[in-house]
């Protein structure tokens, strides 16, 4: 079964996709590996959540058993390595859930180099797709008005 991946924050962001439910359980995990690495914070969790409850469905696995144990890149690979789409959506997906608890950290930045790397990206696509994050998040905050929170969210971003 395919889903058309364009979480409910960010279709315009992602744009219609279509990806597999083993990529869902793969990407599932990958988050949860990069949220483990500095402690997983209630916004990546609520994130990872949102988005592998949109995707599963009755008698699927639940979340922690997709989640369970060590990462595996070359399974990230096999399902993400062939298609330049999906290899941007993987890694965007790893980009956001590393700023939404406001501190994207340099361990963070390694694991989703690494990951990027995995399945065929980098550190140079990598940059491309972290900007083009910053950019889609800064973006959805141009209708505020108060420009001193705009400018410590754009700090934030650095």
């Given at each position: 079964?395919?889903?058309?991946?364009?979480?409910?924050?960010?279709?315009?962001?992602?744009?219609?996709?279509?990806?597999?439910?083993?990529?869902?359980?793969?990407?599932?995990?990958?988050?949860?590996?990069?949220?483990?690495?500095?402690?997983?914070?209630?916004?990546?969790?609520?994130?990872?959540?949102?988005?592998?409850?949109?995707?599963?469905?009755?008698?699927?696995?639940?979340?922690?058993?997709?989640?369970?144990?060590?990462?595996d890149p070359a399974r990230a690979?096999?399902?993400?390595?062939?298609?330049?789409?999906?290899?941007?959506?993987?890694?965007?997906?790893?980009?956001?859930?590393?700023?939404?608890?406001?501190?994207?950290?340099?361990?963070?930045?390694?694991?989703?180099?690494?990951?990027?790397?995995a399945v065929g990206l980098?550190?140079?696509?990598?940059?491309?797709?972290?900007?083009?994050?910053?950019?889609?998040?800064?973006?959805?905050?141009?209708?505020?008005?108060?420009?001193?929170?705009?400018?410590?969210?754009?700090?934030?971003?650095?």
């Amino acid at each position: 079964m395919a889903f058309d991946y364009f979480p409910a924050m960010t279709p315009e962001f992602f744009g219609p996709t279509h990806i597999d439910f083993e990529q869902v359980k793969c990407l599932t995990h990958a988050m949860m590996a990069l949220a483990r690495v500095d402690g997983v914070h209630d916004s990546e969790m609520s994130l990872i959540r949102e988005f592998y409850g949109s995707c599963s469905r009755d008698g699927d696995p639940e979340l922690e058993e997709v989640a369970k144990g060590d990462f595996d890149p070359a399974r990230a690979k096999a399902l993400f390595g062939g298609d330049g789409e999906h290899r941007d959506i993987f890694v965007k997906s790893l980009v956001l859930l590393a700023y939404a608890d406001g501190e994207y950290g340099e361990r963070e930045d390694r694991v989703i180099r690494d990951l990027a790397q995995a399945v065929g990206l980098s550190d140079g696509d990598v940059d491309r797709l972290k900007g083009a994050t910053k950019e889609y998040l800064l973006s959805s905050l141009a209708h505020i008005k108060n420009v001193e929170a705009l400018r410590e969210v754009q700090r934030k971003l650095q």
